[in-house]
């Protein structure tokens, strides 16, 4: 990587997060789309998740038009549940995920106490991120490098 100029500590973790998170990605049985994502807190990562369908339920998230199953969940959906099931806190953690949040999962972000969110793909819908901006979480698009 050949920065114009250095990189500080928190430029670094956010490439080095991003890069793990589309890492993770690869984990999603989708066909149309591969998602991940990673919630860190002090620089840890408390949880992780990709798109994906409900647990028990066959790794098939399209039909046979390749729509994607309404019950399919979002790789932030499921990297939030996921921290509720646990010991850990959201509260004031960063999420990385390598698709812009959609409007659903915007609100579950807000209402979990994230602070952060770093995204890498700008979805053509882009209102999760208005509304994000709206709740004074901090958002920042991070280009793949």
């Known amino acids: 990587m050949n920065a114009p100029f ?20 690869e984990n999603s049985y989708c066909i149309r789309r591969k998602v991940g994502a990673l919630l860190v807190k002090d620089k840890m990562i408390i949880s992780d998740g990709y798109n ?3 647990s028990g339920f066959e790794n098939n998230c399209e039909d046979a ?3 994607s199953l309404p019950y399919v969940l979002h790789a932030e ?5 996921k921290v509720a099931r646990s010991s850990n806190s959201s509260e004031g953690a960063t999420l990385y ?13 807000i ?9 890498g793909e700008k979805y053509r819908i882009m209102d999760g ?6 709740a004074g979480i901090e958002v920042l698009f991070l280009k793949e490098q």
């Open 111 to 119: 209402q979990s106490g994230i602070k952060r969110v770093v995204y």
């Open 65 to 67: 038009q390749n729509i």
């Open 97 to 109: 995920v390598t698709a812009s949040p959609c409007m659903e999962c915007a609100k579950l972000i």
């Open 77 to 81: 959906a499921n990297a939030i549940t």
């Open 129 to 134: 991120i208005d509304l994000l901006q709206r």
């Open 52 to 54: 994906g369908t409900p």
């Open 6 to 25: 250095p990189l500080d500590k928190q430029q670094l973790l956010d490439l080095r997060y991003m890069r793990m998170a589309r890492i993770w990605a």
